[in-house]
């Protein structure tokens, strides 16, 4: 019963992890960014959500309907104004940029609320569990995962089931024909990234309810974010999903064995998976 407790624990943490892949492996899936500043977007988003808890006395479930719209804006002004100015054939230039942001984006947040650790208050839903056997699951983690499998399958819908989907979709496999037929890739790659600031504002509420953040812990977020993606495969959803809950199982199973394990597990499967899966375990463009 401990294993499977450690099992379920496991996939649980995948979902938060899952949340922090999606909207990474969006991004990659449309325009081939590599965004290295993500995770700092991210915890922008959890002290985002945190002012709006502070100032306007909300709970943070209410307050991150605040943050999505803003967030969504801010992600489709640096799309327009700043990432699409340097996307090309050339990577180099993308990751530069991406990475010079990351490095804004941690000074700005220090500056403007220290090295201190902060953390949601969502209420007694933190300590809630419920029985399973003669084990018990948390409220919270239930409740991202839930989140992560729902987020990953309205993506789904948004790219199969509608118009703005399929130009997605072409603009991914042919930027120069798309235009030809008076789709415009620019707007198309904007809302892409506003959709992905929107995905990584739910995960930093999440985050920021089941763990305390600070200005500098993005990068290990982003790190996460990384290897749930190659695991399922570059630009496949539902593949994230189970490359976050992969890391999930490995950094729970580590843990139980070795509490100073746990993080080395993570890293230890997501070598292992590419040496036997390369290209991960559903490669695809879109999924």
């Known amino acids: 019963m401990i294993w499977l ?4 624990q496991g996939i649980l943490l995948g979902g938060l992890y899952a949340l922090f892949a999606a909207g990474l492996s969006l991004v990659f899936g449309i325009m081939r960014l590599v ?8 915890v922008m988003a959890a002290y985002l959500i945190l002012t709006i808890t502070t100032v306007l006395g909300l709970n943070p479930f209410i307050a991150v309907l605040v943050a999505l719209p803003v967030m969504f804006c801010f992600g489709w002004l640096l799309q327009t104004y700043l990432f699409n100015r340097v996307l090309g054939d050339d990577i180099l230039p993308p990751l530069l940029v991406t990475f010079g942001l990351s490095v804004v984006i941690q000074n700005v947040l220090l500056e403007g609320f220290s090295a201190d650790s902060r953390k949601l208050a969502a ?25 992560a499998i729902v987020v990953i399958w309205l993506l789904n819908q948004l790219f199969y089931r509608t118009a703005l989907g399929r130009a997605f979709r072409a603009t991914s496999d042919d930027v120069v024909t798309v235009q030809l037929m008076g789709i415009r890739p620019a707007r198309i790659f904007s809302i892409a990234t506003g959709i992905a600031m929107v995905v990584a504002t739910i995960a930093a509420l999440y985050l920021g309810i089941r763990a305390n953040f600070d200005p500098s812990i993005g990068p290990a977020r982003l790190l996460y974010a990384f290897e749930a993606v190659i695991i399922g495969g570059l630009g496949s959803l539902w ?25 080395l597990s993570g890293h230890i499967a997501f070598v292992v998976i590419l040496l036997f899966r390369p290209r991960g375990l559903f490669p695809r463009a879109i999924d």
Not at 5 to 8: E, Y
Not at 35 to 42: K, V
Not at 240 to 262: C, D, F, K, M, R
């Open 123 to 147: 209420g007694s839903i933190e300590a809630q569990s419920v029985a399973l056997g003669s084990s018990s699951l948390g409220i919270m983690p239930l409740i991202t995962l839930g989140s």
């Open 35 to 42: 965004n290295l500043a993500h995770g700092d977007l991210i």
């Open 239 to 263: 593949g994230t999903l189970i490359g976050g809950i992969v890391i999930g199982l490995a950094q729970a199973l580590g843990s139980a064995l070795n509490p100073e394990w746990q993080i």
């Open 5 to 8: 407790d450690t099992i379920m």
